[in-house]
């Protein structure tokens, strides 16, 4: 997957990766939402993952159909953002619509 750019930040928390760097944009998991390192984090040391803000380029399966207010979720296995709930991590909501055939969508983080 392509790193993920956050055009605008909101709240950050503290997280310090435990196994593996992170790259600039990486996805973590938090249980019932998702951070994103805005910047590489060494594996043990303290950074920050930011847990709102705007994404204009989240990665969807290219057949997804969506309206802007629909719920996105993280598909861990993917490695790119959908509709489906089951299985998947609450992400925040899109802003913009993405037709059939389209890659990316525009996404507001854990919103």
Known sequence: MAALHIEATGDSIPYTPNGADLVAG????????????????????????AVSGRIDKAPVPSALVVAAGDALYWDVADQEFNKTASGNILAGKAYNASPDGATVVGLLLNA
Do not use: K, R, Y
């Open 26 to 49: 990486e996805v973590v998991p938090l249980a019932t939402m998702i951070g994103i390192s805005p910047v590489p984090v060494v594996d043990g040391q303290v950074g920050e993952l």
